[in-house]
């Protein structure tokens, strides 16, 4: 039987556990399974059931259903979830901060969409780098979905996505603006041939959302998808006649294809876009971010 007693706050307990067994929670948590979270904890099962465990009583209350299939969080468990992911990222923001302050190597993480970082970034980046070498800068490309995940588990400190944001931890504001066009080859309609084919980045990218919207407006459904990984690959295909894609226009112009396809013009609601920058709300700001966001304002 498991004894809990009252005197103490679930605050009062959870400031007592230490920050390796919120770790191992979070991640059976995440991988709904013990033997999961152990591998990625590069530990043996029987630490991560008995931490469990331990949580478990000193909390006086199951954290997981556990079933043949895995385990899955009661409505204590998500309690818990939610304060360990705050605690385990705030851990990691004092950590940068007091790396900063003591003049020690300061960290960035910037998370970015291939379009952008293809035109928008090497710029940017270079300039960072020779203000500020002594940060140690890393860029990440995914689509903008894949940068605000990251972002709310601190995986990253900014990124650049294609699609508006409202979330009360983030904080976005305008970096660049896109003229997107549609690109297809020269004398290729949409649904010329029957269906119409896409040639997108994988789901999460903005500008794929923005062109199956499109479509599904201008009625031409049902229509296929093929997902590539690069720009340049979007774009061969493209100019193979293999189907159509909404990019922008700067990132077509500095492509090796940009003789061997068209950019048509959309209308301006559909073809004005604009680029975010997205970062965590903070009670303290970095440097090295202050220093980023100034940059991209220039």
């Not at 588990?153 to 650049?160: P, V």
């Not at 997902?227 to 159509?244: K, N, P, R, W």
Request: with cysteine; glycine share 8%.
């Amino acid at each position: 039987m498991i004894y809990f007693d009252k005197r103490f706050t679930f605050c009062d307990i959870i400031m007592r556990m230490e920050l390796n067994e919120l770790r191992m929670f979070m991640a059976v948590a995440r991988e709904g399974s013990v033997t999961r979270a152990a591998e990625k904890m590069y530990c043996v099962q029987s630490n991560v059931t008995a931490r469990i465990r331990q949580l478990e009583e000193q909390l006086g209350t199951s954290l997981f259903h556990r079933r043949n299939r895995g385990m899955h969080l009661t409505a204590s468990g998500e309690l818990l979830l939610e304060y360990a992911e705050k605690i385990i990222n705030l851990t990691v923001e004092a950590e940068q901060a007091v790396r900063e302050q003591d003049g020690q190597r300061a960290r960035l993480a910037i998370g970015s969409m291939e379009t952008t970082a293809a035109v928008r970034l090497p710029e940017l980046l270079a300039r960072y780098h020779r203000h500020y070498p002594g940060v140690e800068l890393s860029l990440q490309t995914c689509t903008s979905e894949e940068g605000i995940t990251r972002l709310l588990d601190y995986q990253l400190d900014g990124a650049f996505v294609g699609c508006e944001v409202s979330h009360e931890d983030l904080v976005a504001e305008k970096a660049f603006d896109e003229e997107l066009a549609m690109v297809v080859a020269p004398e290729v309609g949409v649904g010329q041939n029957g269906t119409t084919t896409i040639l997108v980045f994988r789901s999460g990218c903005a500008y794929r959302s923005r062109l199956e919207d499109w479509l599904k407006q201008a009625g031409q459904v049902p229509y296929r998808v093929m997902e590539l990984g690069s720009i340049e690959a979007i774009l061969g295909c493209v100019a193979a006649g293999m189907g159509i894609s909404f990019l922008p226009r700067s990132v077509v112009d500095l492509s090796r294809f940009s003789g061997a396809v068209e950019c048509r013009a959309l209308p301006p609601d559909v073809g004005t876009v604009v680029t975010w920058f997205v970062r965590r709300k903070s009670a303290r700001e970095r440097s090295a971010m202050k220093n980023f966001r100034d940059l991209i304002s220039t």
